[in-house]
């Protein structure tokens, strides 16, 4: 069963800052991994979606990145400011289980001014 | 506006009640996803369908019901079989072309139990 960890669950960030997220998970069989962006009781906000076969992906500040092999994937933060605050989730959908992706807890991230 | 709606965005339930919430997609995609989540957790998957008239048990589907009669609605049913009921819903759709592609996500409905 693939299971999806995301450390550390809060972090907390001066206004400039580069940072990091972390997910990993279990079971190296993913079709694509997807990172999210949630604000507070809203739905999720795709922010990069990486295909298997890729090593990583950019949209704007963000980079996500993936290490199918072990079981890795981050999402790097550039130049942080107060409206990155919200929780991040990433999720991982697996090749051989059509249409079922496995969620990690999230990590909220707070950038302070 | 292409996106996903949901409604209510708010909804009661007394003990005992059948509720109904509403998805409806306006992207034109084939696979529509129900999730639910809980406080300070991630998601997990009640149901999923890929095309009209078919849909898949996800990982907590108990207590659920779904229909898909049409592309672009995916109503689900929180029965009175659903003990613990009180979650944020969430639903979800994506392309489905022989692989499996980028989710988006509606608003969400939060659902309290009284």
């Known amino acids: 069963k693939q299971e999806v960890t995301q450390i550390p669950a809060a972090l907390s960030v001066p206004e400039g800052e580069n940072l990091v997220l972390n997910c990993s998970f279990t079971?190296?069989?993913?079709?694509?991994l997807q990172w999210f962006r949630q604000d507070p009781g809203k739905g999720l906000t795709s922010l990069l979606l990486?295909?298997?076969?890729?090593r990583e992906q950019t949209s704007g500040r963000l980079n996500a990145s993936l290490d199918k092999s072990s079981g890795r994937s981050t999402l790097y933060i550039a130049a942080s400011q107060p409206g990155d605050s919200a929780t991040y989730l990433c999720?991982?959908?697996?090749?051989?289980?059509?249409?079922?992706?496995?969620f990690g807890d999230g990590t909220t991230l707070t950038v302070k001014p | 506006d292409g996106g996903i709606t949901q409604s209510p965005k708010y909804l009661f339930r007394k003990e005992g009640q059948n509720v109904t919430l509403s998805c409806e997609q306006n992207?034109?995609?084939?696979?529509m996803y129900w999730y639910r989540q809980d406080p300070g957790q991630g998601l997990r998957l009640i149901y999923y369908?890929?095309?009209?008239?078919?849909?898949q048990k996800g990982d907590i589907a108990e207590g659920y019901s779904v229909s898909r009669e049409k592309k672009e609605s995916f109503p689900l049913t929180v029965t009175s079989a659903q003990k613990n009921p009180t979650a944020f819903y969430l639903c979800?759709?994506?392309?489905?072309?022989?692989?499996?592609?980028?989710?988006?996500f509606g608003p969400g409905t939060r659902l309290t139990v009284l």
């Open positions: 979800a759709s994506s392309i489905w072309s022989g692989g499996y592609n980028e989710q988006f």
């Open positions: 999720a991982v959908r697996k090749a051989t289980n059509a249409g079922k992706s496995t």
């Open positions: 992207l034109n995609h084939d696979a």
């Open positions: 079971d190296s069989a993913i079709y694509n």
């Open positions: 990486i295909q298997s076969s890729q």
């Open positions: 369908s890929q095309i009209v008239n078919d849909f």
